[in-house]
């Protein structure tokens, strides 16, 4: 295999019928260039971000509020006692509604720009090498094969691309969780900034903090990235392993999105927390008290309890699990079409199909010779 071709894997779906389970048709297929692999692992996940950013917006806010609510004040018997402000959102649905209320479509669609080119610049890594690192690893007898790498191959080349999709990512991450925090009035969390867009922001960043501001919180995205991907990766690539291997079950749609759904809970469980603590730092001032992970870790744990680490999981798996569902969904059809679009028997018929057409609309008979005679009649033959 040449260094500009990457082997299918599982990840961005094989064709697993009967008709090609032969190594020798299988060698036949076209294989992906690694550009096209990046494109549509760069597309896919832009796709799916239009229709899953709302409920990111409402995690970031869920996951902020909360923030430095706690204080102790002297008691009657001259003990602290700790006071909780009240809390501006409920639960998910009740920040739903509001957002939706106060601030519309437009609200919950905060930081939908910046968003796309995260899911792009993180996927193009995340997604696009993990097919080459993985066949790397464990090579494939045959492109389309259901792969046999053991979980600890699949999670460290899962690891590995998370982690370069996590630093490419970084500035976007941060612009869009400013952005996606900003509101007015009662329904204001965390620091607010006064952008009026990405570039807006790009460059306020930029001169009044420098450009290493964009890149605060990078070390726990890094970390929360890499455990994320090796265990969406992992679980989703060899889900559809077992069911092609064991199952004889065939690539599709309802494979991808059975698998990814699974896969999607996995990796909320693992980088709940993480994401809780990623969140404070990229929505904390650059006049505030300068805190590391660890401390904020520290901070977190003591005034709002270990329960705070997991604050917003629901709606973190209402946008994740839709998220990886469509994205692998859409992975696997862009996959598809472009491997089977350029199989000759696939061109010849819809050449065919074209001729017909034509015929049709010209009142000529059709007299093309392809896999669709015999299913639409010739007008000779319908007199």
Known sequence: MNTFTTKSTPLLGGDSSPSSSSPNLQSQKKELTQLENFAISALAPSMAVLFTNPFDTVKVRLQLQGEFVKSREPGRNGKEVVRVSEKVYKSSLDCLQKTFRHEGMRGLQKGLFPAILKESSKNIFRLGLYDPILNAMHPLSYPGEASTAPAWKRMIAGATCGAMGAISANPFELIKTRLQSHSTGGL????????TGTFSALRTIVTTDGVMTLYRGSMIS?????????????????????ARNNWGAQDGIILDMMSSLVSA??????????DVVRIRLYNRSSQAASQSTLQSC???FVTEGPLAFYKGFSTHFMRIGPHFTLTFVFLGMLKRQIIEGSQPEVIEARKASTAILHGMEDGTSSTTTSITSGVIPRRGEQM
């Open 188 to 195: 204001a969390v965390g620091n607010q900034y006064a952008y």
């Open 222 to 242: 890094i970390a929360r990235s890499m455990l994320g991907s090796a265990a969406n990766l992992t679980t989703y690539s060899l889900l559809k392993d077992h």
């Open 265 to 274: 809970f996995v990796s909320v469980v693992v980088m709940n927390p993480m």
């Open 298 to 300: 520290r901070h977190i």
